[in-house]
């Protein structure tokens, strides 16, 4: 069992930056991809970003591509995104999740974060 927990949203500026954290407790963080997805209201879950277990492999979705990054730290058992030049069209709830592999399918994760608010003022 994984508990995932967001932090590092909140409002910002159209061109800034933030970094959300996924901070993992329970046992096998390092063992699993991950993955972050977003949800804007009134719209479907979508794939932003996946990471293998080890870090080795990762990849964005191309409505981030160049301006996402996302890593790891399995010491730390916490995952990052790093967003950059934000527009208001990445305004969402960004979630983390743990799975097997890393995939742009949510259903293929095992475990979820509740999510943190990203806000993207024009």
């Known amino acids: 069992q994984v508990q995932l927990v967001e932090s590092g949203g909140g409002l910002v500026q159209a061109g800034g930056s933030l970094r959300l954290s996924c901070a993992a407790s329970?046992?096998?963080?390092?063992?699993?991809?991950m993955g972050w997805f977003r949800q804007a209201p009134g719209k479907e879950r979508e794939f932003v970003a996946a990471?293998?277990?080890?870090?080795?492999?990762?990849y964005t979705s191309d409505s981030v591509k160049g301006r996402f990054t996302i890593s790891r730290d399995n010491a730390k058992n916490t995952v990052y995104l790093q967003m950059n030049s934000l527009k208001p069209e990445d305004t969402a709830v960004y979630s983390c999740?743990?799975?097997?592999?890393?995939?742009?399918?949510?259903?293929?994760?095992?475990?979820w974060g509740q999510g943190t608010q990203v806000t993207v003022s024009s």
């Open positions: 999740a743990a799975g097997p592999l890393q995939h742009t399918n949510p259903s293929l994760y095992y475990y």
């Open positions: 329970g046992r096998g963080f390092s063992s699993y991809a």
């Open positions: 990471i293998s277990w080890s870090g080795s492999s990762a």
